[in-house]
């Protein structure tokens, strides 16, 4: 007899029931086992004060850790059971992960729903763990996607819908390139899909969904257009991009071979990638996709717009590095297709091929969170307070824009703050540094803490432009040798118009100049020799931006 499952787990509970009442900010931390959990406060400030916050400012944050790229056996090239992701996600710290299958025939027809019979069990095997059952889309002329929902009575049936009528893979909807007769239609087909999306969260078919571009550089098919064009579609549903792929193990010396990039990102432009992108678009730097590492680049360009939008990072694992297993073997009959899942895999005494590593192993994206629940963690990510690391890098970090005088809370990540022309203020960077080694039996140090700023300068004319001429790195704490929590202050000028802040930092290991030159970014991440990129001594974390907008 199956065990009852606990009302969380249950697919027929709303989600309006997922966020436990009563929940005490001590239980809270306690739950969530964090380090250095950020705090945030947002009240509107008395009339008559400078400056009020609003957006990322909830009261008392705290950070869940998670991963929302996942593959197991209901993905056709993936070869782990849920249990076996499950549990190595929880030995790694992972409060919140999604399962992100790939979309194809076998899994629309048949996986899909035993999938969702395995998220289930999954729940209530692991109760200290938010599940999500999500997909990875093939979006029409372009790259991936996640796509994920909350539980509740049709989260299976609107992903499985969604799949059927949307995934460029299935139908045939892969062409990109700007000569190509069904481009159009492809790219038409892909903002359809999240206006559909969005109707099904503004109907209340389902109680939230989220889309966030995944590897979207790897191979330079995701137009800076299409990113904006789907961002605009669906705003509050498309929120984001990874900043830093999975495959972070690719480059680990030794291991693949002497072209090995991490992230696997070893392509050359192809006839349905984008010609404005350079060649150097297809690296990883410091293990992060060129558009979030570029300072100035096409995520700056996003957000130089006045619109958040957000990055993660994440595990994308399917096969993870110097692991014993193997695929099982099929029955007579039977495979992908007509099955939806591959066998179990089976135990070896060798190290398989791979290039992942398990969630929460190395990529690690921190969601702030104001009560423990999925529609919470969605409200995180939907803000923007969220900051990612590599390599376990830091135990936590804490933003804060703020009035010079001290008054208010100011905004936080995802935030805003609105001010007066020449309001001085101050930007607060809390750090808290890793108090334990990490899975690579190091203790990792911090070397450095970069803010960036860039200026807000509105919509775009050019919808395919991938510059922001007006951001770089303003300031660098060299905060080498320093242990424990401490607190960074800065002096920020609010000046004539509206900007935004984000802050970066490594280890220190590997840095140069910036892929715009020292001018903007006098010490960035640069891409490492091919098969030579050991991702445990080249880590760095990044944070979200806080908005400034200044009244004029």
Same mark, same amino acid.
């Given at each position: ?25 001590? !239980? ?23 400056? #009020? ?7 008392? +944050?705290?950070?869940?850790? !998670?991963? *929302?790229?996942? *593959? ?17 996600? #929880? ?56 796509? &994920? ?42 903002? =359809? ?88 678009? %297809?690296?990883? %730097? ?9 300072? $100035? !680049? ?10 958040? &939008? ?11 590095? &110097? ?30 091929? !791979? ?6 192993? &190395? ?17 995180? +990510? ?11 890098? +830091? ?8 009035? #010079?005088?001290?008054?208010?809370? $100011?905004?936080?990540? =995802? ?32 070397? *450095? ?24 790195? @303003? ?7 320093? @242990? ?16 935004? +802040? ?51």
């Amino acid at each position: 007899m199956s065990r009852p499952l606990p009302v969380w787990a249950d697919p027929r509970v709303s989600a309006d029931s997922l966020d436990p009442q009563g929940l005490s900010r001590r !239980g809270l931390l306690r739950r969530a086992g964090l380090f250095g959990a950020a705090f945030a406060a947002g009240a509107v400030l008395p009339a008559g004060q400078a400056y #009020a916050a609003t957006g990322g400012n909830d009261p008392e +944050l705290a950070y869940l850790v !998670g991963d *929302h790229h996942n *593959h197991s056996v209901y993905s056709h090239d993936a070869k782990y059971t849920f249990s076996q992701i499950a549990a190595a996600a #929880a030995e790694y710290g992972l409060d919140w992960m999604v399962f992100t299958e790939h979309s194809n025939f076998g899994h629309a027809k048949y996986g899909a729903q035993l999938e969702h019979e395995q998220i289930l069990q999954a729940r209530a095997d692991n109760p200290r763990q938010l599940i999500f059952q999500g997909l990875e889309w093939y979006i029409p002329g372009a790259e991936h996607c996640t796509v &994920f929902t909350p539980p509740g009575p049709n989260e299976v049936d609107v992903l499985t819908r969604f799949e059927m009528a949307y995934d460029g893979k299935l139908l045939g909807y892969t062409a990109g390139a700007p000569g190509n007769p069904d481009t159009a239609r492809n790219e038409a087909h892909a903002v =359809g899909a999240l206006k559909w999306l969005a109707e099904q969260r503004r109907t209340g078919y389902v109680d939230d969904v989220l889309v966030l571009a995944n590897h979207p550089m790897r191979l330079g098919i995701d137009s800076p257009h299409e990113i904006r064009n789907w961002r605009d579609a669906a705003p509050g549903i498309m929120i984001g991009m990874e900043g830093a792929p999975g495959a972070q193990g690719a480059a680990l010396p030794g291991w693949r071979g002497a072209n090995s990039i991490r992230g696997e990102y070893e392509n050359a432009p192809s006839a349905d990638s984008w010609a404005g992108y350079p060649r150097d678009a %297809y690296r990883t %730097y410091g293990g992060f996709d060129w558009a979030t590492a570029t300072v $100035g !680049g096409l995520w700056d360009a996003m957000l130089a717009e006045g619109r958040l &939008f957000t990055i993660t990072s994440n595990s994308d694992v399917h096969r993870v590095v &110097f692991d014993t297993w193997k695929n099982g073997d099929w029955a007579p009959g039977q495979n992908f297709d007509n099955t939806g899942r591959l066998p179990d895999p089976v135990n070896t005494t060798e190290p398989q091929p !791979g290039s992942d590593f398990w969630p929460g192993q &190395f990529s690690r994206t921190h969601v702030g969170v104001t009560r423990y629940g999925y529609r919470s963690v969605m409200a995180g +990510l939907r803000a923007g307070r969220v900051w990612v690391d590599h390599g376990h890098l +830091l135990d936590g970090i804490d933003v804060r824009v703020q009035g #010079a005088d001290g008054r208010g809370r $100011g905004a936080t990540l =995802g935030g805003r703050l609105h001010v007066r022309r020449g309001e001085r203020l101050t930007l607060s960077v809390t750090v808290t540094t890793a108090s334990r080694r990490n899975p690579y039996d190091i203790l990792p140090e911090l070397a *450095h803490v970069d803010v960036i700023r860039g200026a807000v300068t509105g919509p775009v004319a050019d919808r395919d432009a991938w510059r922001a001429p007006d951001t770089g790195v @303003t300031h660098t704490w060299d905060v080498s040798g320093r @242990t424990g929590t401490y607190t960074l202050t800065l002096p920020v000028d609010a000046a004539d118009e509206s900007f935004y +802040l984000r802050l970066r930092g490594s280890d220190g290991n590997r840095n140069g100049a910036g892929y715009l030159g020292a001018a903007i970014d006098p010490h960035g991440p640069v891409v490492h020799e091919p098969g030579n990129g050991n991702p445990w001594l080249d880590t760095w974390f990044y944070t979200n931006p806080v908005f400034v907008e200044v009244e004029v």
